[in-house]
């Protein structure tokens, strides 16, 4: 198959699941190419676009994709029509909300040329976020009930994401399916940490939906609990990352708050003893899983689908609230040893999430969207 995959922005876990299709596809003798955003993501995405390119049949297709709505996006949607088209794809794989338009409609239109197209969505969060008593809410809702009689199969990262597309959008009235992210094999060894380790570790974008800005008021509420400065390393890029270090330099925690650009995150592992996830919302997000798989310790809020990994009773989880979060804090560094042992095992993890299974469900849904 000619497959394409379409998604705005190339940072973040739509990046990895992305990725991580592409290596699986190309293994199984597909084509694949990549269209998405040429404004964002910085040295770090452009190492992983070096890294990928010489694989890609059908290339990497980067072009400007605005976030939100607006005029700028019939320019950017002729343009990116422009390069579906000449890519003749057998399938085109949309992930987000931006991303799953374009190719919905886009390969509603090959299939008006008579071209034979599998047009598939993976929302990934995405508009999914919005609440739907809001006008925006509304109004993305109403573009998504529309947008599922161009769509041949939905792919859902977590069971979390599908119920809240049947609260929000409706039932789909199109073949669904639930696929989770997943890892690689050498992903599921241990990770050690440097012996001048910081406490916690942050790492993922700089925006607020991430919850930055709670883990480091959360961090001063751990200090004053546990009576003891907390060290701290925040790993990242994004609109926001300013606003963190002026949040950071207000609360006196410049001396012990260290900021670092996008890393690997086994690299970044090694820097911290304890890993805090603190969203406000997502849907699957590959950073829980990774930590996990590498052996170490964590806190997450119980958002999105963070509970179909752990359990949805496990005491690792929190809300999003930065008290709630020192407390566990506080409680995770008084006895290391017992909050390690309250993570889930490795061997549920590699039955759950592991990269191939990923890929061979979602190369049978591509399969079952042609023959209709």
């Given at each position: 198959m000619?497959?394409?995959?379409?998604?705005?922005?190339p940072?973040?876990?739509?990046?990895?699941?992305?990725?991580?299709?592409?290596?699986?596809?190309?293994?199984?003798?597909?084509?694949?190419?990549?269209?998405?955003?040429?404004?964002?993501?910085?040295?770090?995405?452009?190492?992983?676009?070096?890294?990928i390119?010489?694989?890609?049949?059908?290339?990497?297709?980067?072009?400007?994709?605005?976030?939100?709505?607006?005029?700028?996006d019939?320019?950017?949607?002729?343009?990116?029509?422009?390069?579906?088209?000449?890519?003749?794809?057998?399938?085109?794989h949309?992930?987000?909300?931006?991303?799953?338009?374009?190719?919905?409609?886009?390969?509603?239109l090959?299939?008006?040329?008579?071209?034979?197209?599998?047009?598939?969505?993976?929302?990934?969060?995405?508009?999914?976020?919005?609440?739907?008593?809001?006008?925006?809410?509304?109004?993305?809702?109403?573009?998504?009930?529309?947008?599922?009689r161009?769509?041949?199969?939905?792919?859902?990262?977590?069971?979390?994401?599908?119920?809240?597309?049947?609260?929000?959008?409706?039932?789909?009235?199109?073949?669904?399916?639930?696929?989770?992210?997943?890892?690689?094999?050498?992903?599921?060894?241990?990770?050690?940490?440097?012996?001048?380790a910081?406490d916690?570790?942050?790492?993922?974008?700089?925006?607020d939906?991430k919850?930055?800005?709670?883990?480091?008021?959360?961090?001063?509420?751990?200090?004053?609990?546990?009576?003891?400065?907390?060290?701290?390393?925040?790993?990242?890029?994004?609109e926001?990352?300013?606003r963190?270090?002026?949040?950071?330099?207000?609360?006196?925690?410049?001396?012990?708050?260290?900021?670092?650009?996008?890393?690997?995150?086994?690299?970044?592992?090694?820097?911290?003893?304890?890993?805090?996830?603190?969203?406000?919302?997502?849907?699957?997000?590959?950073?829980?899983?990774?930590?996990?798989?590498?052996?170490?310790?964590?806190?997450?809020?119980?958002?999105?689908?963070?509970?179909?990994?752990?359990?949805?009773?496990?005491?690792?989880?929190?809300?999003?609230?930065?008290?709630?979060?020192?407390?566990?804090?506080?409680?995770?560094l008084?006895?290391?040893?017992?909050?390690?042992?309250?993570?889930?095992?490795?061997?549920?993890?590699k039955?759950?999430?592991?990269?191939?299974?990923?890929?061979s469900?979602?190369?049978?849904?591509?399969?079952?969207?042609?023959?209709?």
């Amino acid at each position: 198959m000619r497959i394409v995959h379409c998604f705005r922005s190339p940072v973040g876990g739509i990046f990895r699941h992305v990725r991580d299709l592409t290596d699986a596809q190309i293994a199984a003798g597909h084509q694949v190419g990549i269209v998405c955003d040429s404004t964002t993501g910085g040295e770090y995405e452009e190492r992983l676009f070096e890294d990928i390119r010489p694989k890609l049949a059908l290339g990497i297709q980067r072009t400007p994709m605005q976030r939100h709505i607006g005029p700028g996006d019939i320019a950017s949607a002729w343009r990116t029509y422009r390069i579906i088209k000449e890519l003749q794809p057998d399938v085109i794989h949309g992930h987000g909300a931006k991303g799953g338009t374009y190719a919905r409609l886009f390969g509603s239109l090959l299939r008006v040329s008579r071209s034979r197209v599998a047009r598939l969505y993976s929302p990934h969060g995405g508009s999914l976020h919005y609440d739907e008593s809001t006008l925006t809410g509304k109004l993305f809702f109403a573009l998504e009930r529309t947008m599922a009689r161009f769509t041949d199969c939905l792919l859902f990262v977590s069971g979390y994401e599908r119920q809240a597309y049947r609260r929000k959008v409706g039932e789909p009235p199109i073949p669904n399916a639930l696929v989770y992210n997943g890892l690689n094999e050498d992903e599921f060894q241990p990770v050690s940490v440097r012996p001048d380790a910081a406490d916690m570790l942050y790492i993922g974008m700089m925006r607020d939906l991430k919850g930055p800005d709670i883990f480091i008021d959360a961090l001063v509420q751990a200090e004053a609990l546990a009576a003891r400065r907390i060290s701290a390393v925040m790993v990242g890029d994004g609109e926001d990352l300013p606003r963190y270090r002026q949040q950071v330099a207000r609360l006196g925690l410049g001396d012990r708050v260290v900021f670092h650009a996008p890393m690997p995150a086994r690299q970044a592992f090694t820097l911290a003893r304890l890993v805090v996830v603190p969203s406000r919302a997502e849907a699957m997000p590959y950073i829980v899983l990774e930590t996990l798989a590498a052996g170490t310790p964590m806190i997450a809020t119980a958002v999105g689908g963070i509970p179909e990994i752990f359990g949805v009773d496990s005491p690792a989880l929190v809300k999003p609230d930065p008290a709630e979060l020192a407390h566990k804090m506080t409680f995770a560094l008084s006895d290391p040893a017992a909050y390690r042992a309250l993570m889930p095992g490795i061997a549920m993890l590699k039955a759950r999430f592991g990269a191939d299974v990923m890929a061979s469900t979602i190369e049978q849904a591509y399969f079952t969207a042609l023959a209709k």
